[in-house]
């Protein structure tokens, strides 16, 4: 945990953000996983964690804006837990270790907040997302799972995202941590990709990095030589010479912040001469963008300018053509980069996108596309110092969208299908940092992980 003053001040800040009732904050709680004593792995809540950094089950918190009263709930453990789960502290430890005055029984949440109801009074609540607290907060509110989306506080919500876009030097120093996981786990990955091993034995590597590191993946890793599926979770393929590799993953810290990178490596240590071509198109792509980066830009247009690029050497191949501006707008090069140029980081890998992706993304100045490719960008607005976001160009051959494209004749005018049909087995290539917005500019966040064609090619060959 950081100290409780930094607790402390980011409630402050944000009652700041709202006029008056109680906001409920709810942790989360263990899920069973086949049977109710084999739990999936334990994961707070990342917003809990924002403002009470207590990474325990069963927890909630109040703040009641009218009277600036805040409450802690939680139950001390019986002897029994004890027995299986070793001393643990008590609620009123907790509560001091944030900064919160009061603490309470769980059961207590109940009246606390049907009172509340039975007032009239405003319950601000975030959107719940686990089953167990849609079901928790229907009791304590009355308001079906299905209608909490829809009913969750929207002041909130845009408070909330207020203040985590904006990362403080305490989460900065912690994202580092992240990073430095990350270096290993990639350059692990990345010597490892020679023919004749399997996915499956780098994934199990990258994972034991992590947790020797103090916390675990910060999502389930893609390690695949099919990397044209873009969540791609099958781990099962032996590696051949002239594959490529590719690993998207991150780590999470003990306090559960996060890295995302991505690194495609050709398995056997060279590229292709094709390979080379697309890499080099795909690279060019995220330093442009990066270098792009500063406060008052915005995504959005970082996005475009990335897709340019991309068009502008796919052009280059023979893979596109006609005019970069006029397909980048209609959406042609999203047949080969179908998704989003990044997506805001901290606490979650994909920053509080359980509070609603428009807006952790987008406000009334920027609007989302609904473009195909674009429609699928997760941040579009402005850049303010503070905010970390991953850059993550990429090019994929995916046979099942080429041939729906092709048989509806979409886009003739700026994709050359012919020279695309050639590319049917090559897979795809995908490069991913993580940056931090400045005052003046950006910094790519930690250990620079080998990138450029020499680099990668030096370090798959590395024993
Ligand atoms: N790194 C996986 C993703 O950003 O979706
Ligand atoms: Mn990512």
Redesign the pocket.
């Known amino acids: 945990m950081f100290k409780k003053e930094v607790y402390v001040e980011r409630r402050r800040k944000l009652s700041n953000h709202l006029q008056k009732g109680l906001v409920l904050f709810l942790g989360n709680t263990d899920v069973p996983m086949n049977y109710p004593s084999n739990i999936y792995h334990w994961r707070q809540d990342s917003t809990f964690l924002y403002f009470y950094g207590l990474d325990y089950q069963n927890m909630a918190a109040v703040m009641d804006l009218d009277n600036g009263n805040e409450y802690l709930f939680g139950n001390d453990v019986s002897l029994g837990d004890i027995i299986w789960m070793g001393p643990q502290i008590t609620t009123e430890e907790k509560a001091s270790l944030c900064g919160v005055s009061n603490h309470l029984p769980f059961a207590r949440l109940h009246d606390t907040v049907k009172e509340a109801v039975k007032q009239g009074r405003t319950i601000h609540f975030l959107p719940p997302y686990r089953a167990e607290n849609k079901i928790l907060l229907e009791e304590l509110t009355g308001i079906k799972p299905g209608a909490q989306k829809e009913k969750a506080s929207v002041d909130l919500i845009k408070a909330v995202v207020a203040l985590r876009s904006i990362k403080d030097d305490n989460e900065i120093q912690e994202l580092e941590k992240a990073m430095e996981t990350a270096w290993i786990m990639h350059t692990t990955a990345m010597k490892m990709a020679k023919p004749g091993v399997y996915e499956r034995e780098i994934a199990g590597a990258i994972e034991g990095i992590a947790l020797a590191a103090g916390g675990m993946l910060s999502?389930p890793a893609?390690v695949t030589v099919r990397g044209e599926t873009l969540?791609n979770h099958y781990h099962g393929n032996k590696l051949k010479e002239n594959d490529l590799l590719l690993v998207?993953t991150?780590a999470e810290t003990a306090m559960r912040y996060a890295s995302?990178h991505?690194r495609t490596t050709p398995v056997g240590g060279k590229f292709t001469p094709r390979q080379k071509d697309i890499y080099e198109a795909v690279l060019e792509a995220q330093l442009k963008a990066i270098e792009a980066i500063k406060p008052g830009v915005t995504n959005l247009s970082v996005h475009l300018l990335a897709a340019a690029t991309l068009t502008d050497r796919l052009k280059e191949i023979g893979l596109m053509k006609g005019d970069t501006s006029s397909a980048v707008e209609q959406g042609a090069h999203a047949l080969f980069m179908p998704h989003g140029l990044g997506?805001m980081m901290g606490l979650d890998?994909?920053d509080m996108e359980d509070l609603g992706e428009n807006y952790v993304g987008y406000n009334d100045e920027i609007k989302r596309s609904d473009i195909f490719g674009t429609a699928f960008l997760r941040l579009g607005r402005k850049y303010e110092p503070g905010f970390v976001l991953?850059i993550?160009p990429g090019c994929y051959f995916i046979p099942a969208l080429i041939d729906q494209w092709q048989s509806e004749g979409r886009f003739k005018e700026f994709i050359n299908y012919e020279k695309v049909n050639e590319y049917r087995d090559f897979g795809g290539i995908r490069i991913?940092d993580d940056i931090l917005v400045t005052d003046s500019g950006h910094k790519v966040m930690g250990r620079p992980i080998p990138r450029s064609i020499e680099e990668v090619e030096q370090i798959a060959a590395t024993a």
Do not use: L, M
């Open positions: 999502f893609i969540h998207d991150g995302d991505t997506h890998v994909h991953t993550e991913e």
